[in-house]
C-alpha cells in the first residue's frame, strides 16, 4: 500500500524557518517525482515545489522561489521542503504527493495527510 | 502563468442529480488536465486525469470531457459520499501545476 506521511510542520515566527518531511513506503521511491501541495485555511490548493526522481529538475513556484527548497533523499525514501525567510501568508497545510506520469503529463495520484505549518508571532 | 478558472464556485444538488463542474484554461492546455476530490479535513484525491481518464477505483457515476481550453466534470447521479470541494489542475508546463479555485458541491 502506497504511504506518504509528512512531519516537521509548527509554529513558527516571521522570518524563522521551518524543515517538512516526508516519508514514502509502498513503492519504490526513486522512479517517481514528487511535489509539495499547500492548502490555506479556508482555502484552495496550491502547488508549490515538484523534484524530479533524480533530483535533476526542480521546479518552484514564483510565490516561494528563494525562499523554499525541495530535495529528496532515495536511499531514505524521503522527500524534504526546507522553508526559509517564512511569511504569515505561508501558514497551511502543506501536503507531500506522488507523480504519476503518463501521456507526455503528470498527476498527482497519492497524497499524504499534510502537516499544518503555522507562522505568527 | 496559466490560469484555471473553475464554474460554480459552489452549487447545491440533491442525491440522484446530474451535476457537471466547468473549468477553463486561459490558454490551451491540451488535455493535460486533471480533476480532484476534497472532503473536509482529507488530503485531495485524484479522480481523473488526461481530462477524461478515470483514475482506479472510481466510480464510474464521474465523467471527464474536454480538450484545449473548455473541461468539464460530470456525476452523472450524486451519491451522498460525493458532497465534497472538487478542483481541476492543468499540467501542461512543470513550470506551475495551476489549480482551479474550487467548486464546493452541497446538499440541497
Known amino acids: 500500500e502506497v504511504q506518504l506521511v509528512e512531519s516537521g510542520g509548527g509554529l513558527v515566527k516571521p522570518g524563522g524557518s521551518l524543515r517538512l518531511s516526508c516519508a514514502a513506503s509502498g513503492f519504490t521511491f526513486s522512479i517517481y517525482s514528487m511535489n509539495w501541495v499547500r492548502q490555506a485555511p479556508g482555502k484552495g490548493l496550491e502547488w508549490v515545489s515538484s523534484?524530479?526522481?533524480?533530483?535533476?529538475?526542480?521546479y518552484d513556484a514564483d510565490s516561494v522561489k528563494g525562499r523554499f527548497t525541495i530535495s529528496r533523499d532515495n536511499a531514505k525514501d524521503s522527500l524534504y521542503l526546507q522553508m526559509n525567510s517564512l511569511r504569515a501568508e505561508d501558514t497551511a497545510v502543506y501536503y507531500c504527493?506522488?507523480?504519476?506520469?503518463?501521456?507526455?503529463?503528470?498527476?498527482?495520484?497519492?497524497w499524504g495527510q499534510g502537516t499544518l505549518v503555522t507562522v505568527s508571532s | 502563468d496559466i490560469q484555471m478558472t473553475q464554474s460554480p464556485s459552489s452549487l447545491s444538488a440533491s442525491v440522484g442529480d446530474r451535476v457537471t463542474i466547468t473549468c477553463r484554461a486561459s490558454?490551451?492546455?491540451?488535455?493535460?488536465l486533471s480533476w480532484y476530490q476534497q472532503k473536509p479535513g482529507k488530503a485531495p484525491k485524484l479522480l481523473i486525469y488526461g481530462a477524461s481518464t478515470l483514475q482506479s477505483g472510481v466510480p464510474s457515476r464521474f465523467s471527464g470531457t474536454g480538450s484545449g481550453t473548455d473541461f468539464t466534470l460530470t456525476i452523472s447521479s450524486l451519491q451522498p459520499e460525493d458532497f465534497a470541494t472538487y478542483y481541476c489542475?492543468?499540467?501542461?508546463?512543470?513550470?506551475?501545476?495551476?489549480f482551479g479555485q474550487g467548486t464546493n458541491l452541497e446538499i440541497k
Open positions: 523534484i524530479s526522481s533524480s533530483s535533476s529538475f526542480i
Open positions: 504527493a506522488r507523480s504519476y506520469c503518463t501521456s507526455g503529463s503528470c498527476y498527482f495520484d497519492y
Open positions: 489542475q492543468q499540467s501542461y508546463t512543470t513550470l506551475g501545476y495551476t
Open positions: 490558454q490551451s492546455i491540451s488535455n493535460y
